[in-house]
């Protein structure tokens, strides 16, 4: 293990330039101290890193030094074979890129890593699409992506879900982020951090305005808190109901989205109950198309707005051998 980390202290130092050792502790989960006599280990080996002191101090290798050594891993090279998912390097351009850093990954590697790493790539593939579901808009993520990179101000015409007309906003860019096939842009608007579908957006501008972002915030931490602000809805509906056991499994791919449990199953019974968070009671009504494979048992809001759906369904089919245009 200290071979390994080692070799990531050099390859740390090689990319970054000069580190704080608390960051290099942090990175590496290891104690300033282990790091300091990590840093003695490379000397004496005659690698050219030295610690520098004061505010601005931290471990810095001489300029120029270069290592062309790789210390990959069987583990780590069959990971890295891994990365081509469909559509995320297309999308930003990146699609010959990633084959041509994988063939130069694959000639650099130890000759008895090869058949493992090169087996892997046949192997496995991953896919970002859902099931079920209508393959993303293809959208345009190379403005976005210019001012991601070059650290300026965007200005977006938006359209929000279910509104008439677009809007114009400007905001501060941290990154773009891709889940399940849809490209977001994290960026904060008016100081506050804010969450765009790029496929909503009707127009985008790169300004020559610098972008503004909050002191010591990365893009990670800012996703983190529009993700839990999307999945945790507080003041929702909670929702009891059971499921016929034949249709469970679609169940699940359709709604484990809102699922929050559902207790031990012991195989014999008709039904399944869970339990189910939506925002409102009017969002309950994603569960109309399982019919009476899935009844709700409280609270009664919801029974009555499921009602008033079947009911609405009814009336709209009622008399079908009318002619319709």
């Not at 965007?154 to 096939?181: E, F, M, Q």
């Not at 499994?249 to 109950?273: A, K, Q, V, Y």
């Amino acid at each position: 293990m200290k071979s390994d980390r080692l070799l990531s202290v050099l390859l740390l130092l090689q990319t970054r330039g000069r580190v704080p050792a608390h960051e290099l502790a942090e990175r590496l989960e290891v104690s300033v101290r282990t790091i300091y006599r990590d840093v003695e280990a490379l000397s004496s080996a005659g690698v050219p890193v030295y610690a520098e002191r004061g505010r601005h101090g931290g471990i810095t290798l001489l300029p120029g030094y270069r290592t062309d050594v790789t210390g990959l891993t069987e583990d780590e090279s069959r990971a890295l074979f891994i990365l081509a998912a469909q559509g995320a390097h297309a999308a930003l351009g990146l699609d010959s890129a990633i084959g041509s850093a994988l063939r130069k990954v694959m000639a650099a590697l130890p000759e008895p890593h090869r058949p493992a790493a090169e087996l892997t790539s046949r192997r496995i593939l991953v896919e970002s699409s859902r099931w079920m579901g209508p393959p993303p808009r293809q959208v345009d993520v190379s403005s976005l992506q210019d001012a991601v990179f070059t650290d300026r101000r965007l200005r977006i015409r938006y359209r929000h879900s279910g509104a008439d007309a677009p809007r114009t906003y400007t905001v501060d860019p941290y990154g773009l982020v891709s889940k399940a096939g849809v490209w977001y842009l994290v960026a904060d608007r008016g100081g506050a951090p804010r969450l765009f579908r790029a496929d909503r957006m009707r127009s985008v501008t790169v300004t020559d305005a610098p972008v503004e972002r909050r002191a010591g915030v990365e893009l990670a931490d800012v996703w983190a808190v529009l993700k839990e602000r999307v999945e945790v809805r507080p003041g929702g509906v909670d929702v009891t109901a059971r499921v016929r056991r034949s249709r469970f499994d679609l169940f699940l791919r359709m709604c484990g989205n809102s699922l929050i449990e559902h207790p031990e199953d012991d195989g014999t019974s008709e039904w399944i109950t869970v339990r189910l968070g939506f925002g409102a009671p009017g969002a309950a009504r994603t569960l109309a198309p399982f019919a009476d494979a899935v009844e709700v048992l409280r609270p009664p809001e919801v029974r009555e707005e499921l009602a008033r759906c079947a009911a609405a369904i009814t009336a709209l089919y009622a008399g079908t051998d009318r002619a319709r245009p």
